[in-house]
């Protein structure tokens, strides 16, 4: 999910840092170090594996009559090898005279055989001798002339070749050496690029096995200070990249200038201090963007029950964002946490759109409230309401007809489902991938009935995650629920901590997980 965010914001940290290393090299005030060089994602990481440690060290130490109880079996199994120790020590001092004895033996025995075989060596040896000198004296003088021959023939033909070589290959042996001369200058301007590009010399890092690259750590001679130079292009960038990954303009500007006064003035000493600070800026501006305060729906339920009263919600939004099959979700959801949810079919507009939640009603085993198409769709939402308030249930879930916020006379139908029903929640369903789109449509829908929430559907497809990013800061109202699949079981409450979770882990650690 949002891998496109994600991507804009490690950018951002290799910017920074390159911007920073670059200016230290041009005034000499950078070394090279040994070391792992984190990434953007591994600060986050990082602090998962801290909580997992400071879990282990809350666990409860062992009660002290286990202690003791170790401890017996420890001495125990001492003692057990104490005895064994000694048993062997008996066994091995009593067979220990025997076997001095034969081995006396065996000893005078293998010298006897050795000096038989000594002898008999002595003997072939002087006969070989005897064979090679006569071998040796009577071809010596031939070997001798021959050699010699052989020899002035080899160096004749040695100086032959040798004057050849260079006879042909003089003319050319200029050119040769102004070519290798010529490529080693090219290869010393390319080192000297390398060197002084930060990137390249990234290029060239190890990679360790837990996916951090070793070497390419840089320190500062001179402590360094981010000044507002330093990353106002920089962010200038970032935030084209937010409003083209549909990002609402108020939220683009929101993380630019929460980042910026972050950032700025913090002081550095080594490279790794970039894109941790960056990933805190960002991960702190975008905290305080997707966290807007309000009431849970289970939380609403069960304020009403206290008061024997049901929940009333009311769900609104343009055509095909998804509202009838969330109805059929959340109808699932409360079911299995024990409450009594009711439906009312209360878009009497749609072709088929009776049908359609009845079907989805019938899916989960809900009770549906329903008139003829066409009919009155407040009075619908009355009989519902009233049904529940008979029967005790818990729940009641107001399906309306989809509609443009453009369309004046079907907001004015919507108005009058509220008026009469009253709900408690008036909740926008939105389509994640619409992006802005999603954001200027619950701004519209809130500017006519006042909405109090947002159901975000198919957020699991959404790679951008500008609707989920802006939408609620924008109108001042929380995601309650993401969809994220086409089962009924596919649904969510909005939790704003898994939310910054998803945005600031790379993928393979939420694969891992």
Known sequence: MFESLKKKFSRTSEKLEEELIEEAEQENNLQEEKGTRFSFFSFGRKKEDEKEEEDESNLLPESEEEVKEDKADVSETEEVEEVKEEKKS?????????DSEDEKEADDEAEVEAEEVSEDEEEVEEVK????????????????????????????????????????????????????????????????????HFWSRKKKEDVSADGEATGGIF???????????????????????????????????????????????????????????????????????????GK??????????????????????????????????????YLKKGYTPVIAASDTFRAGAIEQVTYHADNVGVKIIKHQKGSDPAAVAYDAVEHAKAQGKELVLIDTA????????????????????????????????TGNDATEQAKKFNDAIDIDGVILTKADADSKGGASLSIGYVINKPIMFLGVGQGYDDIMEYDADWMLNQLFSDDEAMEAE
């Open 129 to 196: 001798e005897e064979k090679k000198s006569h071998f040796w004296s009577r071809n010596k003088s031939d070997d001798s002339e021959e050699a010699e021959d052989e020899e002035e023939e080899v160096e004749e033909v040695k100086e032959e070749k040798k004057s050849h070589f260079w006879s042909r290959s003089k003319s050319d042996d200029s050119d040769d050496v102004e070519e290798v001369e010529e490529a080693e200058e090219d290869e010393e301007e390319e080192e000297k690029e390398e060197k002084s």
């Open 219 to 293: 320190s500062f001679i001179r402590e360094k200070t981010i000044q507002e130079k330093h990353v106002e292009d920089i962010l200038f960038e970032l935030e084209m990249e937010l409003l083209q990954g549909d990002v609402a303009m108020e939220v683009a500007t929101e993380v630019v200038e929460g980042v910026k006064d972050n950032l700025v003035g913090k002081k550095i000493k080594r490279s790794n201090d970039i894109p941790e600070l960056t990933y805190n800026a960002l991960k702190d501006t975008v905290a305080d963007i997707i966290d807007v305060p």
């Open 296 to 333: 849970s729906m289970t939380e609403m339920i069960e304020e009403k029950k206290a008061q024997g009263e049901p929940l009333v919600v009311m769900f609104v939004g343009i055509n095909g964002t998804g509202k009838t099959t969330t109805i059929g979700k959340l109808a699932n959801y």
């Open 402 to 433: 989809g509609r443009m916020q453009t369309n004046t006379n079907l907001m004015d139908e919507m108005k009058k489902i509220k008026r009469v029903s009253k709900p408690d929640l008036v909740v926008f369903v939105g389509d994640a991938l």
């Open 90 to 98: 008996r066994f091995w001092s009593r067979n220990k005279s025997d």
